[in-house]
């Protein structure tokens, strides 16, 4: 597929910086950033006021009003909030680079019915990156849901804060689900290296859990769904996490984040470095209903080349990945 490459810098997406837009862009990205570290606090917390209220046969604290009405009530999606969210593009410096236009995007999605599995990496600590690619995409790419762990759609609070950019489930089951729906809704975006990848997060090298996640293409290939690599520079550089082992292990078992982070001045507010979302071009995934191991090795591998491409071509624009180095674990 003929493409030409679109670079849409900062100073092309929004109006100039000012000092007020500055400021609210830093208020919402720590305001994110603290929701992901205080709401397991929180809501350990509540579970343990809830215990301590049972044997004492006291009232609830009206602290833990929040948590219940977030058990209570599902997350809403809502693009029309999540596109008046642009000081997050001023904070970053947010720029992009679209290997596919959204004109054929559109066109392959809502005329010739095409379903893409939009697979992202890196995962990093918060996606900022994936953020401000909702704010600033065109209407109705809002409609493409993200997949996340149902832990996370289960999390009060974090549910909610998260859900306003659109979730969906990632298990199998319902993914095969959402793929038949018809135009953009079908499509969905993954991030492929989920919480493990998190872990893997460092300013000095970029190291994406990918080898032993392969499910995605098995799923694409028996469902003809296309693939299109993401990549979020600056996922891994605005935020710290602590990596300590058991850390790891208990956030990967329970998929969620269960550890420290940190970015400016050793504190959970994200660095204000420059950001860059990459929208590589389709792979051009067959439709083959059992693809054997060699099939999906293959398709893997031109995932991972593409992925590597896209870096290694585009890494110079950001100054903090000019010495970086890739690492596919």
């Known amino acids: ?170 298990s199998g089951k319902n993914l095969m689900k959402h793929f038949k729906k018809k135009g953009v809704k079908g499509s969905v975006v993954l991030y492929v290296g989920g919480i493990a990848e998190l872990f893997k997060s460092s300013r000095k090298e970029e190291r994406l859990y990918l080898s032993a996640r392969k499910g995605f293409i098995k799923m694409a290939l028996r469902n003809g769904v296309d693939v299109i690599p993401l990549y979020l520079m600056g996922n891994t550089s605005v935020l710290t996490v602590l990596k300590w082992g058991p850390l790891a292990s208990l956030s990967r078992k329970l998929q969620a984040s269960i550890t420290y982070f940190w970015g400016w001045g050793g504190l959970p507010i994200p660095r204000p470095n420059k950001i860059l979302y990459v929208r590589g071009r389709p792979l051009g995934l067959p439709k083959i209903e059992e693809p054997t191991d060699k099939d999906v090795e293959k398709w893997h591998a031109h995932y991972c080349a593409e992925v590597t491409r896209i870096f290694e071509t585009y890494r110079g624009e950001l100054d903090d990945y000019a010495k970086k180095e890739i690492y596919i674990d």
């Not at 305001?31 to 809501?43: E, K, R, T």
């Not at 579970?47 to 004492?56: A, G, I, R, V």
């Not at 947010?94 to 939009?118: A, G, P």
């Open 1 to 170: 597929m003929a493409v030409s490459v679109q670079f849409t810098r900062h100073s092309e997406l929004t109006p100039p910086p000012s000092p007020v837009g500055t400021f609210l862009g830093f208020l919402l990205a720590s305001g994110f950033s603290l929701v992901y570290l205080v709401a397991p606090v929180y809501i350990i917390g509540c579970l343990l006021s809830f215990l301590y209220n049972l044997l004492t046969l006291t009232k609830p604290s009206l602290l833990t009003v929040p948590f219940v009405v977030s058990v209570l009530l599902p997350p809403i999606h809502a693009p029309a909030f999540v596109s008046k969210l642009t000081p997050l593009m001023t904070y970053f410096k947010y720029s992009e680079i679209r290997e596919t236009s959204d004109e054929d995007m559109l066109r392959m999605m809502e005329k010739e019915n095409k379903k893409f599995i939009l697979a992202a990496t890196p995962h990093g600590v918060i996606s900022f990156t994936g953020m401000c690619s909702a704010v600033y995409c065109i209407p109705e790419f809002r409609n493409i849901h993200t997949a996340a762990a149902s832990a996370v759609l289960q999390t009060p609070i974090l549910k909610h804060v998260m859900g306003i950019f659109g979730l969906t489930n990632a």
